[in-house]
């Protein structure tokens, strides 16, 4: 494959955007080109799973800043990985969008799907690229891009909680990743990403290394780390498709990528493991999957509970990357394509309950089992693979998680990650145990049936995905074989 492709890539959506907006006045045809879109997309990404699970790295810089530093695209495992998880859930999120947004009859459709195209544009950028300046630049534009999705019903909850996205994910970036890019720069002479890391023959000391990648880790936001999470609870007066983009197909995804992406390929796995550099944010990403679970259990609001949820999900990957092991690179690797699957059902079952009944609260749920079987049913299987139970592909990324612990000598990290199961079941199974083992509330309607099928399809095939990635893991164990035992 030729590596100008790369850049066409990530200019199609954003160049599909146009069409996009010139069909507004048209919706099914709107909604064809974004399927249409999303669906060429995921099958260019495709075309390299083999050179590039065959040890090809294709490059392509458009330009250059100054010498050696320019806008470049390369494609490795990890960029590739989430590249396919992005566009592969794409399409079906498009599909699910149409049926929620006419099914509440929401306004500026539009504008929604012009800027869901332009997210993607961006996170298929974060994914591609070569380098920090690169990483930044499309980190901002997916940032950007989606502020007015968060901020759509433009009423005062949507403006507030749009302040706080944008005011959170700008300061951490702008104050501590950009500053730790210059600082990279500084030291090594060099932003372009290596596969054996660039701090090897730095001569920089435990503590020095330590500060550096903990301005880095907390300098990329859209990872939720506590204390700069609050923006993506805060996020979820979004509309429910806003919600799966932002938990399962791009905007945290990329955070937890970039972490990923920047232990190995600016840090180095071996180097983190020698120095111990990355223990304190092993312990923050420890905390905040425990801490992130606990309050989850106390809210009642079913998107709000997702929301804490997704911060403790995704924090299994920071800790896969802070352990500075090969199987939590893997781990973490796999997680984001479980934890992609699993969160995106939940959250497209909230948004097909809520289409169908206007209900929001746990509370609120007794007995709609009956009148949404299948709904829930998806769920249900979601919730199992959040936990990590069998058969659920989410055992395969928390046992390698585990695996990694137990590499670097983490036994307490396996505690942490044992409890944080047992905190899933709690806050997750309540749900479809409510709706399918209490009797319906006074106030339920016998009338209530299942939301449209273009929310009911896709939740049912990410759910079956969910299944699939126990029975056939191997494609992601080749994808990342560079970390595989």
């Avoid at 997309?41 to 330009?63: H, K, M, N, Q, Y």
């Avoid at 990890?78 to 399409?91: K, N, Q, T």
């Avoid at 800027?115 to 961006?122: G, P, Q």
Wanted: proline share 5%.
């Amino acid at each position: 494959m030729s590596a100008q492709w790369l850049g066409w890539l990530v200019a199609f959506p954003a160049l599909m955007s146009l069409l996009v907006a010139a069909c507004g006045r048209w919706p099914n045809v709107r909604e064809s080109v974004s399927v249409a879109t999303a669906a060429v997309l995921f099958a260019g990404i495709a075309l390299f799973i083999d050179p590039v699970t065959a040890g090809e790295r294709p490059s392509l810089t458009l330009f250059e800043v100054l010498p050696g530093i320019g806008l470049t695209f390369t494609l490795e495992p990890l960029g590739l990985l989430f590249a396919l998880v992005a566009s592969g859930l794409w399409p079906l999120t498009t599909i699910y969008a149409a049926g929620y947004m006419r099914g509440n009859e929401e306004h500026a459709q539009t504008r929604f799907f012009v800027c869901f195209a332009l997210a993607i544009s961006a996170a298929i950028g974060i994914a591609f690229s070569g380098n920090l300046l690169t990483l930044f630049i499309f980190y901002e534009m997916l940032t950007l891009s989606t502020y007015p999705l968060v901020t759509h019903h433009g009423d005062v909850e949507s403006r507030n909680g749009g302040r706080v996205y944008l005011g959170i994910l700008l300061t951490t970036s702008i104050g501590f990743f950009l500053p730790a890019i210059i600082i990279t720069y500084l030291i090594t002479g060099t932003i372009t990403f290596d596969d054996a890391g660039l701090f090897g023959d730095a001569g920089l000391g435990v503590l020095a290394v330590g500060a550096l990648y903990a301005l880095t880790i907390y300098g990329t936001g859209k990872a939720a780390l506590m204390p700069f999470h609050r923006w993506l609870p805060a996020a979820m007066v979004a509309p429910t498709p806003v919600s799966a983009l932002l938990h399962a197909v791009a905007v945290v995804k990329a955070g937890v990528f970039i972490v990923l992406k920047l232990t190995v390929y600016v840090f180095g796995v071996q180097f983190l493991a020698d120095t111990g550099a990355s223990e304190l944010m092993m312990w923050v990403a420890a905390f905040t999957v425990l801490g992130a679970s606990l309050i989850a259990m106390t809210r009642d609001n079913l998107k709000a509970r997702l929301a804490y949820s997704t911060v403790s999900q995704l924090s299994y990957i920071v800790l896969g990357a802070t352990m500075a092991s090969s199987f939590g690179i893997l781990g973490g690797g796999m997680h984001i394509a479980m934890h992609a699957f699993a969160k995106i059902t939940l959250f497209f079952c909230a948004g097909a309950i809520y289409t169908a009944t206007h209900r929001k609260y746990v509370s609120e749920l007794d007995g709609l089992g009956y009148a949404m079987p299948i709904t829930f049913t998806a769920f249900f299987i979601a919730s199992v693979s959040l936990i990590g139970i069998p058969p659920m592909g989410g055992i395969w990324s928390k046992w390698y998680l585990m695996e990694g612990a137990a590499d670097s000598g983490h036994i307490a990290i396996i505690m942490v990650l044992a409890l944080s199961s047992l905190l899933n079941i709690v806050y997750l199974l309540e749900i479809p145990t409510r709706a399918f083992f209490h009797n319906p509330r006074p106030d339920t309607p016998r009338s209530w049936h299942e939301a449209p099928w273009a929310c009911v399809i896709p939740l049912s095939i990410t759910a079956a995905g969910c299944i699939v990635w126990f029975f056939y893991p191997l494609p992601l164990l080749k994808l990342l074989a560079p970390w595989a035992p």
